[in-house]
Every structure is written in structure tokens, then in C-alpha cells.
């Protein structure tokens, strides 16, 4: 199992930027599809971007165009750079990390970002 601590959320104004970083421990951190989700207040956990293994990002439709998801194996870090933001994103934001043919999947504890109108 990986252990995954989020950190770079805070307080930022509407049309700012955050950049939010997820440092893994553990082994085989590049054998892992690392993503980004996040649960604002009273609503269920929805995902946000991926990075996989082999290379691919994907990104929910609401985040699109605003959003980099990117990767450093060498420093077994996961970052989610947010531009744009709006109001509409505060949210706590997790890391995960997955390893389907073994069964992984991993959250770190949650970073909080609030975008004021």
C-alpha cells in the first residue's frame, strides 16, 4: 500500500490558482494510476482527474480547460495545478492511488480549498 498526504489547499478569491501536491510513501509508486477527487460540503465524492500509469490524463467536464493533472515519479509526487477557480470548487480535495491488478486503492486524508465569490 501506498500512503498518500495532501497538501496546497487554502483560501483563494474566484479566477485565482492553486497548485495541490500529493506525496506518496511506499514502493512502486509509478506502477500506479494516481488521481484527484473531491467532496464539497453535503455533497458525495466525485472525481476530478486521473494520471495512469502508462502516461494518460483524463479529466471530469466541470474542471476541463482549468485543471493540470501531473505527475514526478522520481519524487513519488502527484500534483493538480487549478486555475480559474470559481466558487463552485471549494471542496475538500483527496489523492488516490490504484493498483487494480493488486487490489490497491488508497486515499490520503484531504486537503481543503475554498474559492470565495
Known amino acids: 500500500q501506498?500512503?498518500?498526504v495532501e497538501?496546497?489547499?487554502g483560501l483563494v478569491q474566484a479566477g485565482g490558482s492553486l497548485r495541490l501536491s500529493c506525496a506518496a510513501s511506499g514502493s512502486s509508486f509509478s506502477?500506479?494510476?494516481m488521481g484527484w477527487y473531491r467532496q464539497a460540503p453535503g455533497k458525495q465524492r466525485e472525481w476530478v482527474a486521473i494520471f495512469t500509469r502508462s502516461g494518460n490524463t483524463?479529466?471530469?467536464?466541470?474542471?476541463?480547460?482549468?485543471?493540470?493533472?501531473?505527475?514526478?515519479?522520481?519524487?513519488?509526487?502527484v500534483y493538480?495545478?487549478?486555475?480559474?477557480l470559481k466558487?463552485?470548487?471549494?471542496?475538500?480535495?483527496?489523492?488516490?492511488?490504484q493498483r487494480a491488478q493488486l487490489?490497491?486503492?488508497s486515499?490520503?486524508?484531504?486537503t481543503l480549498v475554498t474559492v470565495s465569490s
Not at 479529466?59 to 514526478?72: H, L, N, P, Q, W
Not at 486515499?107 to 484531504?110: P, R
Open 7 to 9: 497538501s496546497g489547499g
Open 31 to 33: 506502477y500506479h494510476d
Open 87 to 97: 466558487p463552485e470548487d471549494t471542496a475538500v480535495y483527496y489523492c488516490n492511488a
Open 58 to 77: 483524463n479529466y471530469a467536464d466541470s474542471v476541463k480547460g482549468r485543471f493540470t493533472i501531473s505527475r514526478d515519479n522520481g519524487k513519488k509526487t
Open 107 to 110: 486515499w490520503g486524508k484531504g
Open 80 to 84: 493538480l495545478q487549478m486555475n480559474t
Open 103 to 105: 487490489g490497491i486503492n
Open 2 to 4: 501506498v500512503q498518500l
